[in-house]
């Protein structure tokens, strides 16, 4: 079965800092992967996806991931975080269309951000 | 992004009453949603997923008398906590698919059951 990890249940992180978010997946073939983000209370918001093509996917809100396929990766990142970004972040995958469109999520990660 | 609504945003009940919690997707049609659930501090377990004119399909250990769905149009669908008990407090999350493989996520309904 798929699974999704997130290494980092919480980071701490300063405003201006640069951030990275890591997730790992285990599956043979290339999921589609998803990065969304939960600020409390809130439903989840998409930031960025990746299906194929350029490894490197920018999102919204300044966001951008990199799929690696030798590591199994595709970690988020951030150059200057601002203290707005403080939320919960998840790392999603379906394993392609065969996958019955189903999203697995990671355990998320809490980011905090220090002023 | 495309939108998608929830009413209510939160609800309190007694229990053993029957709570209705609809999802709309605004501005797109989707033939498939997705119903979620969220304890505190964890990440999102698939309850659902429903297919706009035919009946849902649940996720192992879920149970369909106790979380009925139905998806009537291509624009709503809505979750029933039918005879509601404390354990069934929860955050419950929708979400629509728009494409081949993204999924949209409405703001969540917190359910308090007394």
């Known amino acids: 079965a798929q699974s999704v990890t997130q290494p980092d249940i919480h980071i701490t992180v300063s405003e201006g800092a640069s951030l990275e978010l890591r997730c790992n997946y285990s599956?043979?073939?290339?999921?589609?992967l998803f990065w969304y983000v939960q600020s409390p209370g809130q439903g989840l918001q998409l930031l960025l996806k990746y299906f194929s093509g350029d490894t490197l996917v920018q999102g919204i809100k300044g966001f951008e991931a990199e799929f690696k396929r030798s590591q199994s990766s595709f970690n988020l990142r951030k150059p200057s975080v601002h203290w707005s970004d403080a939320a919960e972040y998840f790392c999603?995958?379906?394993?392609?269309?065969?996958?019955?469109?189903?999203?697995?999520f990671g355990t998320g990660t809490q980011l905090k951000v220090e002023l | 992004g495309a939108v998608v609504s929830q009413h209510p945003s939160r609800v309190i009940c007694k229990s053993g009453t029957s709570v209705k919690i609809e999802c709309r997707s605004l501005?797109?049609?989707?033939?498939?949603m997705f119903w979620y659930r969220q304890f505190p501090k964890q990440s999102l377990m698939l309850m659902a997923t429903s297919n706009e004119g035919s009946k849902a399909t649940y996720e192992q250990g879920v149970e369909k008398d106790k979380f009925l769905i139905n998806h009537a149009s291509l624009t709503l669908s809505t979750l029933t906590v039918t005879s509601a008990h404390p354990e069934d407090s929860s955050f419950y999350i929708c979400?629509?698919?728009?494409?081949?493989?993204?999924?949209?996520f409405g703001p969540g309904t917190r359910l308090l059951v007394l």
């Open positions: 979400s629509a698919r728009e494409g081949p493989e993204t999924q949209y």
């Open positions: 599956y043979g073939a290339t999921p589609y």
């Open positions: 501005d797109f049609q989707a033939t498939t």
């Open positions: 999603a995958v379906i394993r392609g269309t065969g996958g019955g469109n189903k999203l697995t």
